[in-house]
């Protein structure tokens, strides 16, 4: 779908409630949560939803969440803020956002002038209403999502060399994960990517104790497996890893 800042609300609108219509004759989207998105967008009036579109990068690069110098990596090339007004295609990227979710970091990117591209847990996994939402917001952004779930030590369906840098944001994949399982993804998205001063930024999740006492995101192995790589700490759990 055309999701630029320039397309008008109607257009949206319209495109929002047709692929509404065919997800629900495939039965691919929860009929309670397309109703919710159909009443948020008819809320919005034209005005409205353009003043959305006009100060979606601007409020994105303000906010004040932990991630945001990490995401501001992502806008700058030689210190410099890319100007998607002109025709800057040396600065573009491609970029792979690995646990997508709804696909806004992405299609933020995108809108910057890069070439992101989401991964996310396959939509076919009915039990989590949640991915279809994701999946479903994901196609109103245009965004590219390969489904794919992350696995301990096993390699993404991504070809050698194809990705210029890659994106973990607030991950959940890794509740169990030891200093070797943290060292094969590492070298895996080496593999992946091209080697023109390829990075991953990684904004790790916080920990979280169980009632048991049990921690189920842990820290101990990928500070382990980072400690072997080139990388900057620019915040707090926010890390800038060199694949190159």
Sequence with gaps: MDTSFFSPFGLQQKKL???LLKLYSSRHVDAEIANKVIAAVDSLSPTS??????RKLESFQASDRDTSQ???????????????????????????????GSGAFAFVCNSLGHHATGMEHPRSNKAERLTQLNYLLSDWYDVRVIPHTIESRARLPVADAT?????ILYPTFYRRW?????????????????????????RISKQKIKKNGEVTFPHGGFLKSVAKVEHSRIRDKCYVIDLT
Excluded: M, P, V
């Excluded at 939803?49 to 006009?54: H, L």
């Design 17 to 19: 409630a047709d692929h």
């Design 49 to 54: 939803f353009k003043t959305i579109q006009d």
């Design 70 to 100: 990490l995401y501001t990596t992502f806008y700058k090339k030689d210190d410099r803020t890319i100007d998607t007004s002109e025709d800057k295609t040396e600065a573009s990227r491609n970029i792979l956002d690995i646990g997508s």
């Design 178 to 202: 030891t200093e070797l399982d943290w060292d094969f993804l590492l070298a895996d998205l080496a593999r992946c990517a091209t080697k023109e001063h390829s990075k991953l930024y990684l």
């Design 163 to 167: 990705f210029d840098d890659f994106s």
